[in-house]
C-alpha cells in the first residue's frame, strides 16, 4: 500500500508540476482540493492566494514553456503516514528559485494537494 501511496503522490506532482511549466490551468486545477490555499515570500513579500486566485494568475502568464525554460523541477522528498503526506520540492522557474512545501490528503481515494507553502531562495 505504501508503495502505491508514493506512485500516485508522484503522478500527483507530475500533474502539478507539468501544469506549471506549461501552464495547463486544468491539469494544474486536477491537484489541489478546492479549498487550498497558498502560502509564501517572493524575495521578502508576503504572498497569500486562494486557490481560484492563484490559478487565475497561471492563466494570465507566461508559462515557463513559452519562455523557453528548462524544465528542473524536482521532488525531494516525500513523507507518507496514513492518508496524510508532506512533499518538499525543488521549482526554479521565471527566474526564481522556489521551494515548496505540499499537504497533501487522500480523499475520496483521491490524493489532493491541501495546502501549499513556498519560499524563493537566492
Known sequence: MYKENVKEIENLITNYFEGIFYGDVTKLESC???NTYLYGDIKGVDYLKSIREYLEGVKNRQSPKDLN??????IINIDIMGKIATAKLHVPMLGY???DYLSLTKIK???KIVSKIFTHVE
Open 97 to 99: 528559485n522556489y521551494y
Open 32 to 34: 489541489f482540493h478546492e
Open 69 to 74: 525554460e528548462t524544465f528542473n523541477m524536482k
Open 109 to 111: 481515494n483521491e490524493w
